[in-house]
């Protein structure tokens, strides 16, 4: 087991900052004129600037996902705290990152921008990982992301993947799992007590059917937690976000509906693509998604939008040559899909 201090990670110049000390942050307390930020008095329900410490939707969340508020970092969107993660802990020209893949496209550009190194390690060809790869590639890195339920691939790694993982490598492992709740597999978030660099990423975006509100977060140590806390944009969350979240977080029973819906969904569709002639690999899922092979993935995906179907062509991406990625709709969106690769079948055959 590596013992690192989370301090001696962080980017050098950046280990003594004095972070932008907002009005809303040097008072807490009950106040009935607020004269401290230049704002407008008026009400318009947005002319006040919004909590830069997320306090109430915070406390939200952490009864949800079972953990203290000091180990939540939100963010506008994961991309967010993608690139607030490579910015605070990578030396520029100096760290590098691993990733596996395929996996997210934001890992690459978020290194990109930041002037990181990010290296690859293949999954085998049935999207399994190569756990020993991937421990001598990542160990000296500054992060190792693994995306598990893995996008584009639908397929998770198993905890014990992770454990190995952080154990021999010395840097932080960063698990997204923007796809976790439709998955039967639990989150790995109660591993963090026992490893303070590992950061779990998780998204509104997806099965809590909020990505137009742009509203990411990481579950990690408190430690890193505050230094993120530190680098971010004091105000990255707006009012009208938050208020929004939390109200919608309230609805956990309409929520849960709906994530059974997709995943019953899921279901139903698999066994079909299953059946049919032209599809020639249907991979295993834990997300929201299906990835499919056939013989001409590009031709299929121009058929599909000639009727109304938009649908994700990953053929380009590495390992997924002759693959569509399909995200699961409603009964009747889906029902459409059925209906289209119906059609097609029959003119295949
Ligand atoms: C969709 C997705 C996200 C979500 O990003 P947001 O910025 O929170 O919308 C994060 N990671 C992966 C792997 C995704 O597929």
């Known amino acids: 087991m590596v013992t690192i201090n989370i301090k001696d990670l962080i980017r050098k110049d950046l280990q003594n900052l004095e972070p932008y000390s907002s009005a809303r942050n040097e008072f807490s307390g009950a106040a009935s004129v607020f004269l401290d930020a230049n704002e407008n008095p008026f009400e318009t329900n947005v002319n006040r ?17 079972g953990v203290r508020i000091e180990q939540l970092l939100l963010g506008n969107g994961s991309d967010e705290v993608i690139d607030l993660i490579f910015r605070g802990f990578c030396n520029p020209q100096v760290d590098f990152a691993v990733s596996i893949a395929p996996s997210y496209g934001m890992y690459d550009v978020s290194a990109k921008i930041n002037g990181v190194e990010l290296r690859k390690v293949l999954l085998n060809n049935d999207f399994t990982l190569d756990v020993n790869t991937l421990i001598k590639t990542a160990r000296e890195a500054k992060l190792v992301f693994i995306c598990s339920p893995n996008n584009p691939t639908g397929n998770s790694f198993s905890r014990s993947t992770i454990q190995r993982v952080l154990h ?32 779990v990423l998780q998204t509104l975006s997806k099965a809590w059917g909020m990505a137009g509100l742009r509203l990411g977060f990481c579950i990690a140590n408190e430690e890193i937690c505050n230094f993120l806390h530190k680098i971010k944009p004091p105000y990255n969350i707006n009012c009208l976000t938050q208020d929004f979240a939390l109200n919608r977080l309230e609805q956990s029973k309409t929520i849960k509906n709906e994530i059974a819906s997709i995943i019953s969904e899921r279901k139903r569709i698999m066994l079909f693509f299953e059946e049919l002639e032209i599809i020639e690999t249907v991979f295993p899922t834990d997300a929201n998604f299906i990835l499919i092979r056939m013989s001409n993935a ?30 699961i709709g409603t009964h009747e969106e889906n029902e459409k899909l059925i209906h289209v690769f119906k059609q097609l079948n029959k003119l295949k055959k």
Do not use: H, W
């Not at 490598?169 to 303070?196: H, R």
């Not at 299929?300 to 990625?325: A, F, H, K, P, W």
């Open 49 to 65: 600037y919004p909590d830069p410490n997320q306090f109430d939707l915070k406390t939200k969340l952490s009864v949800i996902k």
């Open 168 to 199: 021999e490598c010395k840097g932080l492992v960063i698990v997204d799992e923007a796809y976790i709740d439709f998955s039967e597999k639990k989150s790995i978030v109660d591993l963090i007590t026992e490893n303070p660099r590992l950061i």
């Open 298 to 327: 590009t031709k299929m995906y121009s058929e599909l939008v000639n009727n109304g179907i938009i649908v994700r062509n990953r053929s380009n991406q590495v390992l997924c040559d002759n693959t569509l990625r399909i995200s």
